[in-house]
């Protein structure tokens, strides 16, 4: 911050910045008032179900 109080970015690096923290906000939101989508999450394998290891 101290940068660009010296040296004030672009009118389009400041949106660029601000959006980049809307988004994130918003994705926070999202994911605490309606919840995570199943499809999204990550469940990890079975102890049974082994992978061929590679060649």
Do not use: C, N, Q
Request: glycine share 10%; charged share 20%; no cysteine.
């Amino acid at each position: 911050m101290a940068r660009w109080a010296h040296r004030p970015p672009s009118w389009g690096r400041v949106k660029l910045v601000f959006g980049i923290i809307a988004a994130g906000l918003l994705l926070v939101a999202v994911e605490r008032y309606i919840g995570w989508p199943d499809w999204a999450t990550l469940e990890p394998a079975s102890k049974g179900v082994r992978l061929k290891p590679g060649p």
